[in-house]
């Protein structure tokens, strides 16, 4: 599960769609959680997921949406968005239950990047 490095802030926003991903129905669960801090560890990146949380928080004020859309629109390469959208479906099956907002999530991503 490896992502290849060539925009280091695309790779970033990759792992921060995830959280978005984990949390759109309002809880982190576990296996989401070791979903995404094995990624990150494969791919070693120095990247907190509660302090991406609170960075999240902080600059978007709890807009789900516009936070959304702002990783998604920084997503811009093809393989890049692909291999997001590969590891967001593993991410959304990872606790067993794949909620609707999460479909939507899944979605609204197809959408931005005509996948």
Known sequence: MRIEKRTMSQEN???N???LLSISDNEL???ERVFIEDLIKENNFTIDIDQELEKMSSK????F????LYYLESITEEHL???AMNFMRKLAAADLIVRDRE???LELT???WSI
């Open 29 to 31: 669960h576990q296996k």
């Open 103 to 105: 479909i939507k999530f």
């Open 110 to 112: 197809k959408k931005a």
């Open 17 to 19: 769609l995830l959280i």
């Open 81 to 83: 968005q692909k291999t």
């Open 60 to 63: 978007f004020r709890d807009d």
């Open 65 to 68: 949406d516009t936070s959304c």
């Open 13 to 15: 926003n990759i792992i």
